[in-house]
């Protein structure tokens, strides 16, 4: 055993007299060759350990056996082809069921047994397959992406255990029938409102309930909701008109510094000035010493232009002034309470200031004399431009969100939106509804709400009762049963690459989707599940919306 860099070396050999032969398995004791082999082993005192393991190979006496020569194994340590013990491959698999590829090669490098982030997805990949069972008893059917914007397939997870079951390589009617074919234990389909998932779960399970994602339902409203707010978003513009002008906050004057305004500002407090106070005063006790910039910046660890700096400045205040840290003054600020005194007098031409202070010897250029003067010519109040009306992405918020998460100014928009515009105070009364029925088991009073919703001239509603009245049973049922929200355990699948998928095969690692509250609590619906826009856009199928192909 020996010390070699950060790793420690451990020189080892077999010593058996035979070995059984890894396809035949016949005993063997004729030696062919001996040759070293390398393999890593968990870390002994947080430095990596290195196997340096002396093998021999055997001769194969079966001659039927397809191979003349295998190499020996020691049990419980090393595996063919393996470049790992089996304790460390054991503990690097559970690393990368645990946080994954990029996360788990971070961790490794604090357990001294580093290895890249496809290490840990190839341990993953060569775990085998669970074995098929009856099928859970409540299912949740989504798609995922395979690869984002080309390739989806289907995640059927566990609603009672809340993990992963399977993951089909294609979203389509037929994949999910014959699964659920194989498994005839379902008695409840949590599914995605997509028509290939309804038939699918009909022609497979005909007997289990179907019962349509709450989720889905609440984004579907809310892109009615957004096209509805689109058609009538001229009401928008006459909301900054009818703001009161008490509202807007008037803008603070420009004035000119006088002569005796202080120079340094007040003095700043936190650990980034105490530590600039005590650095500073430890560097000029030790060149009171008789150190040099060279000697102190070796011992304190610093940057000897950082020493330097702080050498040339006598007081720390110096250091910590809020136009920099530690800079030196301009040239023009010695000239700076005479260009003050001729501006006062009339004088507001810049180069003939430069040419006056030119004569009394400034050296600079004419540039730095007009940004002198620059905020001196705003002596009077600049108007601020009126508000911008607000976008229909923020006015879709207000009708999504619950009413106590608005702002005042939100909800005094609101109001005003919806005195303004009869539509959309229909628009509002029939959200809040739909709200109730779905943080409620309320599902019974769907029909009555989708009739009000034909009574009134909403067009943009209309496609989203159509969708629910093809698919009733299963919305009724997704507001009524309390497993109507598949969406709360809603894998980490959709992260846009096979490889997250095939790690949630092998864990129980679940994250959970954003959907309003339940159980008789008030609605708090989430605006960011609902508004469309590429960064809020969530991953799964909306009904009656195409993916890219």
């Known amino acids: 055993m020996y010390r070699s860099g950060r790793s420690i070396r451990i020189q080892a050999r077999t010593r058996a007299s035979q070995a059984a032969c890894s396809r035949c398995g016949m005993i063997s004791q004729r030696v062919h060759s001996s040759y070293e082999r390398r393999v890593c082993d968990s870390a002994v005192g947080g430095q990596e350990t290195v196997l340096l393991l002396r093998v021999r190979r055997f001769r194969c006496g079966n001659d039927d056996c397809v191979v003349k020569t295998f190499a020996e194994q020691v049990p419980g340590l090393t595996v063919r082809y393996g470049r790992y013990s089996v304790p460390l491959r054991t503990r690097l698999r559970t690393i990368a069921l645990a946080l994954g590829g990029r996360g788990g090669a971070g961790l490794t490098c604090r357990l001294a047994a580093a290895v890249n982030r496809m290490t840990l997805i190839r341990l993953i990949r060569s775990l085998p397959d669970p074995e098929p069972t009856e099928g859970p008893q409540v299912l949740g059917v989504d798609d995922c992406a395979l690869r984002r914007g080309r390739t989806y397939g289907t995640i059927l997870i566990d609603i009672t255990a809340s993990r992963p079951v399977d993951v089909l390589p294609e979203r389509s009617s037929d994949a999910l029938a014959a699964w659920l074919r194989d498994r005839p234990g379902v008695e409840i389909i949590c599914r995605d409102r997509a028509g290939c998932y309804a038939d699918g779960a009909a022609r497979g399970a005909p007997q289990a309930i179907q019962v349509a994602d709450r989720w889905h339902m609440w984004r579907n409203l809310g892109d009615a909701v957004e096209r509805t707010v689109t058609k009538h978003r001229a009401h928008l513009r006459d909301l900054a008109a009818v703001t009161r002008p008490d ?209 009134d001239d909403l067009p943009e509603l209309y496609s989203f009762v159509t969708g629910l009245q093809r698919d009733f049973d299963a919305a009724k049922a997704g507001l009524t049963l309390p497993h109507g929200s598949a969406g709360r355990t809603r894998p980490q699948a959709n992260t846009g690459s096979r490889r997250a998928v095939q790690q949630h095969r092998h864990t129980t690692t679940v994250g959970g989707g954003r959907y309003p509250a339940r159980d008789g609590d008030q609605p708090r619906l989430l605006a960011t599940a609902t508004v469309r826009g590429p960064r809020a856009r969530p991953t799964a199928s909306v009904s009656g919306r195409r993916r890219p192909p």
Not at 258 to 282: F, I, K, M, V, Y
Not at 303 to 320: G, I, K, W, Y
Not at 333 to 348: F, I, K, S, V
Not at 411 to 437: D, G
């Open 247 to 455: 509202e807007t906050p008037a803008p603070a004057p420009v004035t000119i510094p006088s002569a005796d305004e202080p120079a340094r500002s007040e003095r700043r407090s936190g650990r980034l000035a105490e530590r600039t106070r005590q650095r500073h005063a430890l560097i000029h006790q030790l060149l009171a010493q008789g150190r040099d910039l060279r000697a102190i910046a070796r011992e304190l660890k610093l940057a000897r232009n950082t020493v330097r700096r702080f050498a040339r400045a006598s007081d720390p205040e110096e250091l910590l002034v809020h136009n920099g840290t530690g800079k030196r003054p301009k040239m023009i600020e010695e000239y700076a309470g005479y260009l003050r005194q001729r501006w006062a007098q009339g004088c507001t031409n810049a180069e003939q200031l430069y040419q006056e202070v030119t004569a009394m010897g400034y050296r600079g250029m004419v540039t730095m004399v007009r940004q002198l003067v620059g905020p001196w010519r705003s002596r009077t109040t600049i108007a601020l431009p009126p508000p911008s009306p607000p976008t229909v992405r923020q006015a879709t918020g207000w009708f999504l969100r619950h009413p106590d998460t608005l702002e005042s100014d939100e909800h005094q928009h609101l109001q005003t939106l919806t005195a303004l515009c009869p539509a959309l105070a229909a628009l509002r009364e029939h959200v809040r509804a739909f709200a109730q029925m779905m943080v409620q088991p309320t599902g019974e009073g769907l029909e009555q709400w989708m009739k009000r919703v034909q009574a």
